[in-house]
């Protein structure tokens, strides 16, 4: 039996695995992770990446709608442990803390819901969001910095590092498993040996991007095999819109015609500021039009208005098609980013359940990755500094429930419908599809409880009857069975 695999018999099989002159080729593309994502690839791509999102508002709109779907305002959060009183008090501790910018952020920044958009935005655009659980500089209270992804780098090697031990500002152990961080400080000095760092063990950072190999330690920006098309995009939509500004400008010709050795309408419009005036039997017949620019025009004048065709269809749909495949590097429908309404119904409705999965899985692991991660952190020092009394339930961490902005749908009357419908045969219980909603369905219940006790007091208290200002709901009423005496 002839061995295929050293003298490539077995790659005639795959036409993938064989060079054509008519596509690229890829002859020595890395097979190790640290070679394939250098950190000057890296920082080449997120640099394409920024600028594309600074000079292209397609770009912008799919960073802001898809940070409005995944997080929206903030996330909220509820602790369903046994203990009621602790679980309002750590919600509103945490809350409280979230509203305020000057303790939340270290540096004063953003407050707790903004940060969670930044978050969002920044894993998307330089494909990773970084955050440091630290204590505040003057009270020592807890504090979140957040972090540019530059700031992460690799130090100058310690007594007794190698440069295997670094791997794009994270030092990692013999099974590539991260230790700790290099955390530039600031001010930012000039002079790569005049910087200082910070080394941050892993556990307190947070370090939030969407993996592709089971080697690497960081994020490439999701637009990474779009940002191209984009830039495309960007380059000719700038020189269509020059090439319409010149075409504007050369529509309207004008043919000036004059006998030879006498001055027409050219000369009629060159002294038309001077002292002298030509003759009168050397003067040509002239044309007068009124409030136009061109007053004047010679005899066998022309005047000639032209319309350009550029830009036309084709280039137009070409562009589109560039932003088509930037959205896709999203992981999301172009009509969701566009305009949904082109799709019309069942298109509409699949594009935006395609969409809503695509921002669930942001949502996920921003929830899981940060908030649940910052929740926990600061009640824990809550409970420890006094300034909350201990639960008494010891698992309440593992209780706690997340909500985020409301799901994108395209129908509000016929998902209410569908509710209804999924109700009566328990396939969709109430909260969840309060939640659905961006609504907190305890919180719901528990006012609209408290809403109908009031209705009913004042009802009492007048002597109204309570139905006859809430209808019940059609088939709820209960049937009363009316007998008669036989012998009547």
Request: contains cysteine.
């Amino acid at each position: 039996m002839s061995d295929t695999t050293t003298t490539g018999e077995g790659a005639q099989a795959y036409d993938a695995a064989k060079s054509s002159p008519n596509r690229s080729s890829f002859v020595a593309y890395p097979t190790n992770s640290r070679r394939e994502l250098t950190t000057e690839t890296w920082k080449e791509i997120i640099k394409k990446s920024r600028a594309l999102e600074a000079n292209c508002a397609m770009f912008t709109r799919v960073l802001r709608k898809s940070s409005r779907h995944a997080v929206g305002s903030g996330i909220h959060f509820r602790c369903l442990s046994d203990d009621e009183t602790f679980n309002d008090g750590m919600r509103r501790q945490v809350e409280e803390w979230w509203n305020n910018p000057l303790v939340y952020s270290i540096d004063g920044s953003v407050d707790g819901w903004t940060a969670k958009r930044l978050l969002a935005e920044s894993i998307m655009l330089d494909g990773e969001g970084n955050s440091l659980f630290a204590n505040h500089p003057e009270s020592g209270f807890p504090a979140v910095q957040m972090l540019d992804v530059f700031e992460i780098e690799n130090p100058p090697l310690r007594t007794g590092e190698m440069m295997r031990d670094w791997d794009n500002g994270f030092r990692v152990n013999e099974y590539e498993r991260p230790i700790e961080a290099a955390v530039r400080t600031l001010p930012r000095l000039s002079g790569y040996l005049n910087r200082d760092y910070r080394y941050i063990p892993s556990d307190s950072l947070v370090h939030l991007f969407r993996r592709r190999r089971a080697r690497g330690h960081r994020g490439m920006p999701w637009a990474y095999s779009g940002v191209l098309q984009g830039i495309d995009a960007l380059d000719l939509n700038a020189l269509v819109t020059g090439t319409a500004k010149l075409h504007s400008a050369l529509a309207v010709s004008v043919k000036g015609t004059g006998r030879r050795g006498k001055k027409g309408a050219i000369g009629k419009i060159q002294n038309a500021g001077g002292t002298t005036t030509p003759d009168a039997d050397t003067q040509a017949l002239e044309k007068v039009f009124g409030g136009g620019m061109i007053n004047y025009l010679g005899e066998n004048g022309e005047l000639q208005l032209h319309s350009s065709q550029h830009p036309g269809q084709n280039v137009l749909t070409f562009i589109e098609m560039l932003f088509h495949q930037l959205c896709i590097g999203f992981d999301c429908p172009f009509s969701v980013m566009w305009d949904m309404a082109k799709a019309g119904g069942t298109a509409a409705r699949y594009d935006a359940e395609d969409a809503q999965s695509a921002f669930d899985l942001l949502y996920d692991q921003i929830v899981w990755g940060f908030v649940r991660r910052e929740v926990i952190w600061f009640v824990s020092r809550a409970i420890k500094d006094g300034r909350l009394a201990a639960p008494k339930d010891p698992l309440w961490y593992s209780k706690l429930v997340f909500r985020g902005p409301r799901k994108l749908t395209v129908d509000v009357g016929r998902m209410a419908s569908a509710f209804k419908t999924l109700t009566r045969n328990a396939g969709m219980s109430i909260p969840r599809f309060l939640e659905e909603q961006g609504l907190d369905a305890y919180e719901e219940m528990r006012d609209h409880i408290k809403f109908l006790k009031a209705v009913r007091l004042m009802c009492d208290e007048h002597g109204i009857d309570f139905t006859t200002v809430f209808e019940p709901t059609p088939g709820v009423q209960n049937n009363i069975t009316v007998q008669t005496d036989p012998n009547a």
